[in-house]
């Protein structure tokens, strides 16, 4: 089955600085990877979608100046918190739409997620 | 313009107990419907998936959900509740249009033995 393999699956940063996450589709191409912020106990928040080739597409009241999402190839997306603050402490989730002929329907594989913690 | 919502952010059942989630659906358009667990520090895992056909859906771990389109329902249930479905839960709904997918806030669900 499709595997997104997303890393670190935590990280501790100091404020000020920036840390990359990385989410790779393993045996499969994803042209679109999407990234969600999860606070505890609430459900997923989209961020944006990663456009493979192209800009990322933000949902509104997302910084895409402290959030950078760059898709550099069919198989990375990368996600840089930048100038990290402890209120940017969160759980972030990648996930990529699955692939054939019936695409647009196909479930999400997600990544493991990423545990941010800004201190 | 398409919204879920999950009846009761908690759920406690009693292991072999009746497992039921709800879940409530807004779309104009033929809805995908999908559910998911999560368990803690993890990523989502798909559990089911409704597109078209049959309304009554069999996931994995002997989790089953029915489309009621009457109803704009789309509950989540398992026969015999295992500690090991203790865990978070989403339904979510597709965009037809394109790869957006809608969440619900999720119901935790707790099993006692």
């Known amino acids: 089955g499709a595997v997104v393999s997303q890393h670190p699956s935590w990280v501790i940063c100091k404020s000020g600085t920036s840390v990359k996450i990385e989410c790779r589709s393993l045996d499969f191409q994803a042209t679109t990877m999407f990234w969600y912020r999860q606070f505890p106990k609430q459900s997923l928040m989209l961020m944006a979608t990663?456009?493979?080739?192209?800009?990322?597409?933000?949902e509104q009241g997302v910084e895409k100046d402290k959030f950078l999402i760059n898709h550099a190839s069919l198989t990375l997306s990368t996600l840089t918190v930048t100038s990290a603050h402890p209120e940017d402490s969160s759980f972030y989730i990648c996930?990529?739409?699955?692939?054939?002929?019936?695409?647009?329907?196909?479930?999400?594989?997600f990544g493991n997620g990423t545990r941010l913690t800004v201190t | 313009a398409q919204s879920v919502t999950q009846l009761g952010s908690h759920v406690s059942v009693s292991e072999g107990a009746l497992v039921l989630l709800r879940c409530n659906y807004s779309s104009s358009v033929p809805p995908y419907l999908f559910w998911y667990v999560q368990y803690p520090n993890q990523g989502l895992q798909l559990l089911l998936k409704y597109t078209t056909g049959a309304t009554l859906v069999k996931g994995i771990n002997g989790f089953e959900a029915e489309f009621k389109k009457s109803e704009t329902s789309f509950h989540l249930t398992k026969p015999s509740a295992h500690m090991s479905d203790a865990a978070e839960y989403f339904c979510a709904v597709s965009n037809t249009g394109g790869f957006k997918t809608i969440f619900g806030a999720g119901t935790r669900l707790f099993v006692k033995a």
């Open positions: 996930s990529a739409p699955g692939t054939g002929p019936s695409s647009y329907n196909s479930p999400l594989h």
């Open positions: 990663s456009n493979e080739g192209s800009k990322a597409t933000y």
